[in-house]
């Protein structure tokens, strides 16, 4: 028997999305395929789809190829097209077991080559949760799935449909087995997680879910959460970031522009101003909290003064993990059809940005030579802190446990201890 490949692009939901298709597949008993679970977030990243299909094809000539994820759910076509693929599932069926029962079946009877549906039907977010995505230390629980917001250049709502949320009383049996069997660190994740709980009953906020999970799971040592929308945060999470120290001390915030006009222009639903509070705020209830954040360079109709705030964000909210993306325009979206940035002029404001993160970064290595922090080992010599920051020892620890230890300086990206 031979089992199928894997190959993951795009978001960390996705990665959690093949491990569940990896299961599905084992019990439908399919053999001899290839699986991209692909990423439509950019047109460069369907692309690179297509460039990765044709990669795998050549090299697995005599394998069916399936393609499935948000390329395959919002543009089917394109893929269906192309003589390297067998088979084409959208993001909803890729988490059926009858899918994958029918591919097993040598696409034969009902099994069609293009089983991709309405996502904007879905109503509930699949229940099939896995135990331990990730590595032997930290895994990763999709609590939420799809977004109702319609920001202008994201096509992410057409792949992955409306807001679902999982609820509470799954995700906390969840978490117990995950801590049942030896993690020491769960990572909350979905497509707009601080949507979570309002499709469901008494619309629960993710502030609540938080608390919901540190009080029924206590021998949980570390809860961290994924990216965020600062201005729907809730008082409940601002009050778990100041009493409970086994939330991390670190956000990735969903800022994408520094500028209010461009950031109405997006369809944000923040302000500037908004997002300097929430940071400054979140610092005053845990000095220790690193923010990371999503940053859009060259949006359309950008100028340079537009540009300049954006820069002046990463001080004013004390940025550190910066991911920068230079703006492409995606078919399909209300941002494509807007004056766009002369792609010179995108490419030079990408890499400052990316220069003032490179600076950010450094300054906060350097802030923790001398100072002690819990390290959650991901490999013999290496682990991460609260923060999220890299630290390489010298002498090996053991993977998967928390280890105090005093900084002794840096080297790179990565603190030494």
């Given at each position: 028997m031979t089992p199928p490949k894997f190959t993951t692009l795009g978001c960390r939901l996705n990665a959690y999305e093949t491990e569940a298709m990896k299961d599905l597949a084992a019990q439908a008993g399919l053999e001899n395929a290839v699986v991209v679970n692909t990423c439509a977030v950019t047109a460069e990243?369907?692309?690179?789809?297509?460039q990765e299909i044709r990669k795998l094809r050549r090299d697995n000539p005599n394998a069916k190829l399936i393609v499935t994820g948000c390329a395959a759910q919002t543009e089917p076509e394109t893929f269906a097209k192309m003589e390297e693929v067998d088979a084409v599932i959208g993001n909803t069926e890729k988490m059926t077991p009858d899918t994958w029962k029918g591919l097993a079946a040598d696409f034969i009877g009902e099994t069609e080559a293009v089983q991709v549906n309405d996502i904007m039907s879905v109503t509930e977010t699949a229940q099939h949760l896995i135990d331990g995505f990730g590595t032997r230390s930290r895994a990763y629980v999709q609590v939420q799935n799809g977004c109702d917001h319609r920001c202008t250049f994201c096509i992410i709502p057409y792949g992955r449909g409306n807001s679902r949320s999982v609820p509470a009383g799954v995700i906390v049996d969840q978490i117990k087995r995950l801590v049942d069997k030896g993690f020491n660190e769960v990572v909350l994740t979905g497509v707009d997680l601080t949507s979570?709980?309002?499709?469901?009953?008494?619309?629960?906020?993710?502030?609540?879910?938080?608390?919901?999970?540190?009080?029924?799971v206590p021998d949980l040592p570390r809860l961290r959460i994924s990216s965020i929308d600062s201005i729907e945060v809730d008082e409940n999470l601002m009050q778990a970031i100041a009493t409970e120290p086994r939330l991390m001390p670190h956000l990735h915030l969903s800022l994408q522009h520094g500028d209010d006009l461009i950031l109405k222009r997006m369809k944000r639903r923040h302000l500037r101003d908004d997002a300097i509070r929430f940071a400054e705020e979140a610092r005053k209830?845990?000095?220790?909290?690193?923010?990371?954040?999503?940053?859009?360079?060259?949006?359309?109709?950008?100028?340079?003064?537009h540009f300049e705030n954006s820069l002046k964000l990463v001080d004013e909210c004390a940025l550190t993990w910066l991911h920068v993306f230079p703006y492409s325009p995606?078919?399909?979206?209300?941002?494509?059809?807007?004056?766009?940035?002369?792609?010179?002029?995108?490419?030079?404001?990408?890499?400052?940005?990316?220069?003032?993160?490179?600076?950010?970064?450094?300054?906060?290595?350097?802030a923790q030579q001398g100072r002690t922090h819990s390290v959650l080992m991901e490999a013999p010599d290496m682990g991460r802190t609260e923060q999220f920051t890299e630290v390489r020892f010298a002498a090996e620890q053991p993977v998967g446990h928390i280890v105090r230890a005093i900084i002794t300086g840096r080297d790179g990206h990565q603190l030494v201890a």
């Open positions: 990243a369907v692309r690179k789809a297509r979570w709980g309002a499709d469901l009953p008494a619309q629960p906020k993710l502030g609540d879910l938080v608390m919901r999970i540190l009080k029924l209830l845990r000095p220790d909290m690193t923010f990371g954040a999503d940053i859009i360079a060259g949006f359309p109709t950008e100028t340079e003064a995606r078919e399909g979206t209300p941002a494509a059809r807007m004056p766009q940035v002369d792609g010179r002029a995108i490419k030079d404001r990408a890499a400052r940005l990316r220069a003032a993160g490179e600076a950010a970064v450094s300054r906060h290595l350097s």
